[in-house]
């Protein structure tokens, strides 16, 4: 199961994030995507929509995992809302010299989501 997941050739240079500690990043986005997402839908180049379960421990470990990652990788825009009582929507944008890293990111979340 583990050799569908897409590498992590597409992390930008940009990152802050030490690079010992990617590889842990990755697998707790890995965890989340596959628990989590339901629908990945990519709205134009730099934005990506991933619908999500809405449970509590959802939505508590997006808005984490997310603000982690805002913090070492500045360029990301994560908003985080509530579509129903059972859904809740992940918006994800990136400025044009990045569309490259929501490419890895959408890859990565219909990989991880697909091998369920």
Known sequence: ???H?????WVPDTCTLPTTER???LAEFDQFFARAVRGVDR????HLRLRLDGGAQV???AREL????????SFFVFGLSRSGPD????DVRVPSGHFDVLDGLEARAA???GGE
């Open 66 to 73: 997310t603000a982690r990652e805002s913090s070492c990788c």
């Open 87 to 90: 859904s809740l929507i992940l």
């Open 111 to 113: 990989s991880v989501r």
């Open 43 to 46: 709205l134009s180049s730099g």
């Open 23 to 25: 590889p842990l990043r």
């Open 1 to 3: 199961m583990g050799d």
């Open 5 to 9: 997941i897409i590498g992590d050739d």
């Open 59 to 61: 939505e508590e470990t």
